[in-house]
């Protein structure tokens, strides 16, 4: 079965440095998101990605993060200037429509120090 | 905003048990309703889900109605094995093709 993989599994990087996790959604699907779920708390929505460009984010998407798909495999999302708050588990999805029908990654979990 | 509220866990069950996981949802529009399964070490994976009113989605011996009246879209399975232990997470549809999760639910079953 087809799958959205995700690297690394676990990163841990020193506040205030950038960090690029990478993602390989699914080959035939065009639209892509990243979701994050702090410990004990809810899965949240940060942005999805459609055409090359985002079509919607949340408010936690500031100017910090980035997304890019810098050829026709990889998914990437960049955090500039990682806070402690960022540690997080970070999903990467994909679909072939827009309507929910997501598969999604094992995740990355992020720690920052 | 869109929401959604989970029963906290864990639930802990004898296999053969019977399970029930809350769920309920904010009630703007006439959202998609969905769970999902995280398996340990593993992503997301899409259990059930439910497009509009009155709809059951069913997969694997797991059922939830969408009750608009209730605002619920309780998980049902009648007999657990073992093998479902998991994390489950009941969500929304919101906006144009994102989710709304609740927190999770883990259930353990002990043979």
């Known amino acids: 079965e087809p799958e959205v993989t995700q690297t690394p599994s676990h990163q841990v990087t020193q506040m205030g440095q950038e960090v690029i996790l990478r993602c390989v959604p699914i080959?035939?699907?065009?639209?892509f998101y990243w979701y994050r779920q702090i410990l004990g708390q809810k899965v949240e929505f940060l942005v999805s990605?459609?055409?090359?460009?985002?079509?919607?984010k949340s408010e936690i998407f500031d100017d910090q993060f980035s997304v890019e798909r810098p050829d026709g495999s990889n998914f990437t999302l960049k955090i500039r200037s990682t806070k402690l708050e960022d540690s997080a588990m970070y999903f990467c999805?994909?679909?072939?429509?827009?309507?929910?029908?997501?598969?999604f990654g094992s995740g990355t979990r992020l720690t920052v120090v | 905003g869109d929401s959604v509220t989970q029963m906290e866990g864990p639930v802990t069950l004898s296999e053969e048990a019977f399970l029930t996981i809350n769920c309920t949802y904010t009630a703007t529009g006439y959202p998609s309703l969905f769970w999902y399964v995280q398996y340990p070490g593993e992503g997301l994976q899409l259990l059930l889900k439910a497009t509009k009113a009155d709809d059951k989605g069913s997969n694997k011996g797991f059922e939830a109605t969408y009750r608009k009246e209730t605002t619920s879209f309780h998980l049902e399975k009648g007999s657990v094995q073992v093998s479902d232990s998991a994390v489950y997470f009941c969500a929304r549809g919101s906006g144009y093709s994102t989710l709304t999760f609740g927190k999770g639910t883990m259930l353990l079953v002990s043979p």
């Open positions: 999805a994909s679909s072939d429509s827009a309507h929910y029908g997501y598969t």
């Open positions: 080959s035939n699907h065009l639209y």
């Open positions: 990605f459609y055409n090359n460009e985002i079509s919607e």
